[in-house]
């Protein structure tokens, strides 16, 4: 093959360019210290190091929740430590309240330490987080999960529990519900400390526990007849503060308890009735012929009125006369046993807390390694080493030297030359 002077210089030209090129990329690399500057410079470890910041920045989103999980549930351990420091302090004031030498006046001023109590366990009930929402009401966040107001001392919030994900697929616990602390209804710790504040103020030490009644109203005259048609049949009346009204189906009832069970199913039946939890039993008595509605709630809220209708003529009842239900009366002996079923359902729910939060540590130190090794492993990918880079640098520079001197040489030659 024929080398001509174009193929010559034309061939000092690419190896001038390649020159360039390589010397340009290790200045690249010794400058910014990166094994490339564009994916395409070193497409294997380019896509490797894209999946590794893919997890780092997953990493690091779950170690956000795992702080955010160790914050909220440092407000709840403490709020607990609380609760659980309340419920001694109602124990040491029920142990005192027993002692034979504590007379009445000291009951009475142990109440209202009782009731101080009380009043501190409601507002811990009710501790807000950062966001002002309720700790203790599951999802239900802007809802307050106990009323002081309420004396049925009803939970109000769900049984939902907040969660926080550390792990793709994983989610551990952080919050607890305030029926799991503190119980729900006549049982929770509310109630608790309101019968002991009773019991104190009572005097009641070792009496034994008087069963709570029901509210009812019994019939002021007998069933007037057992036929029911539309002249006689509608019945409104109140059961436990809830307005209903019902009718009776038509018809000749064979017996008073016949009527009595059918108005009983009707009452239990009514829209009002069944979105309160509310129901009631009715009886009829054969000796007098009346009939008597019992509420099937007891204590000092079970109430039952009749309100109007023209059936309660018909059946004897007169309009707005009750008897309400009362209370238990209960002892200091059984409220000490309340107490303490109270202050270890607090306990519980502080040693839960506290297991969790302990896990909430170890992910904590797990994540902070696996970020180490993460930010090690995307170097490695991406960071060159600094002493090679340099020596590959000064090699290429070298060699661009001793081309471009060489190319002089060559380029200097002409026909001219070899006629000389």
Same mark, same amino acid.
Request: aromatic residues 6%.
């Given at each position: 093959?024929?080398?001509?002077?174009?193929?010559?210089?034309?061939?000092?030209?690419?190896? @001038?360019?390649?020159?360039?090129?390589?010397?340009?990329?290790?200045?690249?690399?010794?400058?910014? /210290?990166?094994?490339?500057?564009?994916?395409?410079?070193?497409?294997?470890?380019?896509?490797?190091?894209?999946?590794?910041?893919?997890?780092?920045?997953?990493? !690091?989103?779950?170690?956000?929740?795992?702080?955010?999980?160790?914050?909220?549930?440092?407000?709840?351990?403490?709020?607990?430590?609380?609760?659980?420091?309340?419920?001694?302090?109602?124990?040491?004031?029920? #142990?005192?309240?027993?002692?034979?030498?504590?007379?009445?006046?000291?009951?009475?001023?142990?109440?209202?330490?009782?009731?101080?109590?009380?009043?501190?366990?409601?507002?811990?009930?009710?501790?807000?987080?950062?966001?002002?929402?309720?700790?203790?009401?599951?999802?239900?966040? +802007?809802? +307050?999960?106990?009323?002081?107001?309420?004396?049925?001392?009803?939970?109000?919030?769900?049984?939902?529990?907040?969660?926080?994900?550390?792990?793709?697929?994983?989610?551990?616990?952080?919050?607890?519900? /305030?029926?799991?602390?503190?119980?729900?209804?006549?049982?929770?710790?509310?109630?608790?400390?309101?019968?002991?504040?009773?019991?104190?103020?009572?005097?009641?030490?070792?009496?034994?526990?008087?069963?709570?009644?029901?509210?009812?109203?019994?019939?002021?005259?007998?069933? /007037?007849? !057992?036929?029911?048609?539309?002249?006689?049949?509608?019945?409104?009346?109140?059961?436990?503060?809830?307005?209903?009204?019902?009718?009776?189906?038509?018809?000749?009832?064979?017996?008073?308890?016949?009527?009595?069970?059918?108005?009983?199913?009707? #009452?239990?039946?009514?829209?009002?009735?069944?979105?309160?939890?509310?129901?009631?039993?009715?009886?009829?008595? /054969?000796?007098?012929?009346? !009939?008597?509605?019992?509420?099937?709630?007891?204590?000092?809220?079970?109430?039952?009125?009749?309100?109007?209708?023209?059936?309660?003529?018909?059946?004897?009842?007169?309009?707005?006369?009750?008897?309400?239900?009362?209370?238990?009366?209960?002892?200091?002996?059984?409220?000490?046993?309340?107490?303490?079923?109270?202050?270890?359902?607090?306990?519980?729910?502080?040693?839960?807390?506290?297991?969790?939060?302990?896990?909430?540590?170890?992910?904590?130190?797990?994540?902070?390694?696996?970020?180490?090794?993460?930010?090690?492993?995307?170097?490695?990918?991406?960071?060159?080493?600094?002493?090679?880079? @340099?020596?590959?640098?000064?090699?290429?520079?070298?060699?661009?030297?001793?081309?471009?001197?060489?190319?002089?040489?060559?380029?200097?030659?002409?026909?001219?030359?070899?006629?000389?």
């Amino acid at each position: 093959m024929r080398v001509t002077q174009n193929i010559l210089y034309n061939n000092i030209q690419q190896r @001038i360019s390649d020159s360039n090129t390589e010397m340009s990329k290790y200045n690249d690399q010794s400058v910014t /210290g990166k094994r490339y500057q564009m994916p395409s410079g070193d497409s294997l470890n380019a896509a490797r190091a894209l999946g590794l910041k893919t997890v780092k920045a997953n990493d !690091l989103q779950y170690s956000k929740n795992v702080d955010s999980g160790q914050a909220y549930m440092t407000v709840l351990e403490r709020t607990l430590n609380s609760v659980v420091d309340v419920m001694s302090q109602a124990k040491t004031l029920t #142990i005192q309240g027993i002692n034979a030498t504590t007379g009445p006046d000291d009951r009475k001023i142990l109440a209202n330490e009782v009731d101080q109590l009380l009043s501190q366990l409601y507002a811990l009930a009710n501790t807000t987080d950062s966001n002002n929402g309720y700790i203790f009401s599951g999802f239900k966040t +802007s809802t +307050s999960p106990f009323d002081s107001a309420d004396p049925t001392f009803t939970y109000a919030g769900d049984a939902n529990h907040v969660q926080r994900e550390v792990a793709a697929g994983t989610k551990l616990t952080i919050s607890m519900t /305030g029926s799991e602390v503190f119980g729900d209804g006549l049982s929770s710790a509310f109630a608790v400390l309101k019968d002991l504040s009773n019991a104190l103020n009572a005097n009641n030490v070792n009496t034994y526990d008087t069963p709570a009644t029901q509210g009812n109203i019994v019939g002021g005259a007998a069933v /007037g007849s !057992l036929t029911i048609d539309g002249t006689n049949d509608t019945l409104n009346l109140s059961l436990d503060g809830v307005a209903g009204s019902i009718t009776i189906a038509s018809g000749t009832y064979g017996s008073g308890a016949a009527l009595a069970a059918e108005i009983q199913s009707k #009452i239990n039946a009514a829209a009002p009735f069944v979105a309160a939890g509310k129901t009631a039993t009715v009886s009829y008595d /054969g000796g007098t012929g009346m !009939l008597t509605i019992t509420s099937d709630t007891p204590g000092a809220t079970s109430t039952v009125d009749t309100i109007s209708g023209n059936a309660a003529t018909n059946l004897g009842l007169d309009v707005g006369t009750s008897t309400a239900g009362v209370d238990a009366q209960v002892s200091l002996q059984s409220a000490m046993t309340n107490v303490d079923t109270a202050l270890s359902r607090a306990i519980d729910a502080q040693a839960s807390i506290g297991a969790r939060m302990a896990s909430f540590d170890d992910w904590k130190s797990r994540l902070a390694d696996k970020d180490i090794t993460s930010a090690s492993l995307i170097s490695q990918a991406e960071d060159v080493d600094m002493t090679e880079a @340099i020596m590959n640098l000064t090699r290429a520079q070298t060699a661009y030297k001793a081309i471009l001197s060489s190319a002089a040489n060559i380029m200097q030659m002409s026909l001219m030359d070899f006629l000389r």
